[in-house]
């Protein structure tokens, strides 16, 4: 019973703070070529102090679409797949007038999520079930690695320690890997 409950608060705390989230500020600062552009994920908007630009951006740093709108309606895009870039802009666009839109796509990019890996979930996910097992069940855990070898062997208490210690550990690498 002891050890149900222990695996219910382990997964109550990787819960919470898989749940942790920023209430503050969007707003960010990137600085390009020497001039600071204020980024507002929220209303789509990149300003930098002069002009206010509308875009719309999906993807992450290897993979995207943006899309720039300019004050005279003029627009840039650009989408990148497989490492081949396409992009255009429309007859009004004037490179020469307002910022050019490579210069404002790549202000977009600074703050893109990173690709994600498929990998990295399926490892993570393996991590916490190895981890929590091994905390919850040391001697389980002793036994299909040691025990299986052994007639009628027991775990010393050090050994059960360094497994609960070492589900631990794995708990904690695989919640730090979930922010990384």
Request: aromatic share 14%; charged share 15%.
């Amino acid at each position: 019973m002891k050890k149900i409950y222990i695996f219910l608060l382990t997964m109550l705390i990787v819960i919470s703070l898989c749940g942790c989230s920023s209430s503050a500020n969007t707003t960010y600062t990137v600085t390009k070529d020497e001039t600071d552009f204020i980024v507002d994920p929220e209303n789509s908007t990149i300003s930098d102090g002069v002009n206010t630009y509308q875009y719309t951006f999906s993807g992450n740093t290897t993979t995207y679409k943006v899309e720039i709108t300019y004050p005279d309606s003029s627009s840039y895009w650009f989408s990148m797949q497989n490492n081949n870039g396409n992009g255009g802009w429309s007859e009004n666009y004037d490179e020469n007038r307002f910022i050019a839109g490579d210069t404002l796509r790549d202000v977009l990019i600074e703050k893109a999520p990173k690709e994600s890996f498929p990998g990295k979930v399926v490892f993570i996910i393996l991590l916490l079930g190895i981890g929590v097992f091994n905390m919850v069940s040391p001697h389980t855990a002793w036994y299909l690695e040691y025990g299986w070898r052994y007639k009628n062997a027991e775990p010393s208490d050090l050994a059960l320690g360094l497994n609960r210690v070492g589900g631990v550990f794995a708990i904690i690498v695989a919640i730090i890997l979930i922010f990384v």
